[in-house]
């Protein structure tokens, strides 16, 4: 299916053309029939002689209401540019016009109306030339002209045909697997409940499926489809879709947000875009300027950061990053209209390159250069600068930032992968680049720790995912491939480099010497930590070097004995319990010879080491 839109000047005839092709007249509001002026979007079909079905919106020509027009010339197929025959081109004719170059609307037909108020040919022939003459140039260069009258139907078969004609030639709209409905009309019925309308984009909504509107996560479920006021079960792109949603308030629903399916679409307050100048615009655009910025049924302010020259004047074209003032859907290749404030008018248009960019620097040569690969590159060009600008990300996020269907981004991650172009590290990708830098940063990390704490393992793994400001799921990601790959390695909660080993130097092996003698002076009865700590300065490092050594074992937190002296212990109580089946602390002590201080600990660590295990206040040999 395909949807029309009609553009031209106030009073040229607009909805009286449509009312007479149609039999439907698309003025629904009582004040729109009490002052014969279009104020809002009015909606009409027909059935042409091929038997194709069309939609047709019928915009407002006035100057007061060209944001409503511009809300309804979004989604079209091809326009009917309509010029009333006794008056000619007129200033509203030429914005219309402009508007719909700006936003590459692929067709149209240029419609003369009202010839029967004109009975000089001469005078008609002056005014298509006019019309031809203003359109040169611009999308409608090319496009067929018919002469029409509502009143006594002249042309009207011609018209039908030319648009049969027209269609023929003219692709249908695609379908990538992300439906968006840019809603123009939220209403209620009684006994229906919420109905949003829209023209339908990028893929198909089916009865019954979950949809999200956003900006504003408003959840329901889609109760019932209408096309023309048929009951339908399934849309497609280019259908203008009435939905009935349960589940959803009206009071939440306004023009301008999108009904898709649930966690297709993010909202943004940003947007990288290329900027074309008007030859006509009343002024330059200037870094700073906040304008007002149309893309399909959506409206809001926007302020223009200008990235690579200080203003554009008119008739020119650059980029920009706009800063919206509240949240709207768009994705890359969305086309928009940029209107000034005081006194209103529209200044220009351009092109969404990227609908989720970090904040970028001014004059910034590699950020030129990655818009313009945005802007032009080839599929795997734009799918690998999309990475390399949100890195790590999702494929989902790269098919949702991207005019390509999901299969169609598969299979260029799929190339790129191959090339070894990107890293694919389960759920989270990153470019070649991007994966060589992330690289880079843990394992300099992790260096700059073995160079401050030589005699540690490593540093803890969260340590190290708050250092580099990443979320757990693609740090974990990232450590698991870089161990794979014998980058890093990861024990007991700490990371360190692959083949950092810790050694004693020849001094701190003149210590450990000195330690161990020490211990061995009094084998079962070993000073304290403090007072070897005093005389011999080691610390806790040191000291858990010699633990994973074997050199030492630690019993308690004041406590150490050489790992011969508790070798002994060990096979002095298994001795004890050869002869007697069970022992206290008391008994072990005095077989001992020493204090309690001494015996409950080391007992505690036996406990540990599954040498015995406690039953009361006595112990047996472990199982």
Not at 37 to 58: H, Q
Not at 327 to 355: C, M
Not at 495 to 522: G, H, K, M, N, Y
Request: aromatic share 4%.
């Amino acid at each position: 299916m395909y949807t029309i839109g009609t553009a031209g000047h106030v009073d040229h005839g607009k909805s009286t053309l449509i009312q007479a092709l149609t039999g439907i007249d698309p003025d629904r509001l009582r004040e729109e029939k009490e002052r014969g002026l279009t104020i809002d979007l009015g909606f009409a079909w027909l059935t042409l002689p091929s038997g194709k079905e069309i939609s047709i919106v019928d915009v407002p020509g006035h100057e007061r209401f060209i944001k409503n027009m511009l809300a309804g010339v979004g989604g079209i197929d091809a326009a009917l540019l309509v010029i009333a025959a006794d008056e000619g081109v007129m200033p509203q004719t030429r914005e219309h016009l402009d508007i719909l170059d700006l936003l590459r609307v692929p067709a149209g037909i240029l419609v003369l109306t009202r010839c029967d108020l004109v009975e000089d040919e001469e005078w008609l022939q002056l005014v298509e030339d006019d019309v031809r003459e203003t359109v040169a140039g611009t999308v409608l260069a090319q496009s067929p002209l018919v002469r029409v009258s509502a009143v006594t139907g002249e042309g009207l078969d011609a018209l039908r045909a030319a648009l049969d004609a027209l269609l023929a030639e003219t692709d249908a709209k695609r379908d990538v697997g992300r439906p968006r409905l840019p809603i123009d009309r939220a209403f209620t019925l009684t006994g229906f409940g919420t109905i949003v309308t829209g023209t339908l984009l990028d893929g198909q909504l089916h009865t019954g499926d979950e949809v999200e509107i956003v900006p504003g996560n408003v959840s329901g479920r889609m109760r019932g489809l209408q096309s023309h006021k048929h009951k339908i079960e399934t849309a497609l792109p280019g259908n203008r879709v009435a939905v009935n949603v349960g589940g959803v308030d009206v009071e939440d629903i306004y023009r301008g947000q999108v009904l898709t399916l649930p966690r297709m679409l993010t909202a943004t307050r940003f947007a990288d875009v290329r900027i074309r100048l008007l030859s006509s615009a009343p002024q330059p655009l200037e870094h700073g300027m906040v304008l007002t910025l149309h893309s399909g049924t959506m409206e809001t302010l926007a302020r223009v950061r200008l990235l690579d020259r200080e203003e554009i004047p008119p008739g020119e074209e650059g980029l920009a990053q706009l800063l919206l003032i509240k949240p709207v859907s768009l994705i890359k290749g969305d086309l928009f209209i940029i209107r000034q404030l005081s006194p209103a008018a529209t200044l220009g248009g351009g092109e969404v390159l990227d609908p989720y960019p970090p904040r970028h620097k001014r004059f910034a040569a590699d950020v030129v250069s990655a818009l313009e690969t945005l802007e032009r590159g080839s599929p795997a060009d734009m799918v690998l600068q999309a990475i390399r600008q949100r890195e790590p990300c999702t494929q989902a996020e790269i098919a949702g930032a991207l005019p390509f269907t999901a299969v169609e981004v598969e299979e260029v991650l799929a190339r790129l992968m191959g090339a070894e172009q990107v890293i694919d590290l389960g759920r989270s990708l990153y470019s070649a680049g991007g994966w060589a830098s992330i690289t880079e940063r843990v394992t300099t990390l992790l260096e700059q720790f073995h160079a401050r704490y030589p005699l540690r393992n490593g540093q803890g793994k969260e340590e190290v995912r708050r250092s580099l400001g990443l979320e757990s799921r693609v740090f974990n990601e990232i450590v698991q491939r870089l161990c794979a790959d014998e980058v890093i390695a990861e024990r007991e909660g700490a990371l360190r480099a692959f083949d950092f080993r810790i050694a004693l130097s020849p001094t701190q092996e003149e210590t450990a010497a000195t330690l161990l003698a020490v211990l061995e002076r009094e084998p079962l009865a070993p000073p304290s930590l403090s007072d070897i700590r005093e005389r011999l300065a080691v610390d806790d490092d040191f000291l858990n070097v010699l633990v994973e050594q074997g050199r030492i074992v630690r019993v308690d937190t004041d406590l150490i004995y050489s790992r011969q002296a508790y070798a002994q212990a060990v096979e002095r109580v298994r001795e004890l319990l050869t002869r007697v089946e069970r022992v206290t602390v008391a008994q072990v002590r005095d077989a001992f010879g020493t204090s309690r201080k001494y015996v409950l600990p080391l007992l505690e660590q036996m406990d540990r080491d599954s040498v015995t295990q406690r039953d009361g206040d006595e112990r047996t040999l472990a199982k």
